[in-house]
């Protein structure tokens, strides 16, 4: 048996999976990523002192704004009326960076991983753009999905 791609008609062109056939469950998903950056662009994020703000602040923000938009960015993604979406960061010295996580919850009939996912994402852009001035090296690395509940899949724990 031949797998077939969910996000193709039978014409093979690009069409957005009908779901309304599936059942409304409460869903949530949890992504995660990291920043690597050198221990002065932590501390300066850290202290505060940053040119541009609060850094974690706005990246925060931007992160729950971005989950809110994510079918305006990625096509084909269903549009989601959320119930929560939390960023959070946790500083890490060795390697130096920010890991950031992202949790998404929606009673739906599709599942919220793309918005964890994008949340993230946009989050760890955000500490980029914030102090980019500062450390131009900063990468990101390990965005992923690392946990979802709900729907006919189940649960998935990485």
């Known amino acids: 048996m031949t797998a077939r791609l969910s996000h193709l008609n039978d014409k093979g062109e690009a069409r957005m999976v009908d779901v309304s056939s599936k059942d ?28 541009k703000g609060d850094v974690l602040a706005t990246a925060r923000i931007a992160g729950i704004m ?4 994510t079918s305006e960015l990625i096509p084909l993604c269903h ?6 979406v939390t960023v959070d960061f946790e500083p890490v ?4 960076g920010i890991r950031v996580e992202a949790i998404a919850k929606v009673d739906a009939k599709t ?6 996912l994008t949340a993230v994402s946009i989050a760890c852009l955000t500490i ?15 965005i992923r999905l690392v946990e979802k509940t709900g729907g006919r899949s189940g649960h998935f724990k990485r």
Do not use: N, Q, W
Request: hydrophobic share 45%.
């Open 93 to 96: 010295r060795d390697p130096p």
């Open 128 to 142: 980029y753009d914030m102090v980019k001035a500062t450390d131009r090296a900063m990468s990101f690395s390990g």
């Open 66 to 69: 971005a989950a809110k938009r």
């Open 24 to 51: 409304v469950t409460s869903r949530a998903a949890r992504a995660e990523g990291f920043v690597s950056m050198s221990h002065k662009t932590l501390d300066l994020i850290l202290a505060g002192d940053a040119a």
């Open 79 to 84: 549009p989601l009326s959320l119930t929560e």
């Open 111 to 116: 599942g919220v991983e793309m918005e964890a």
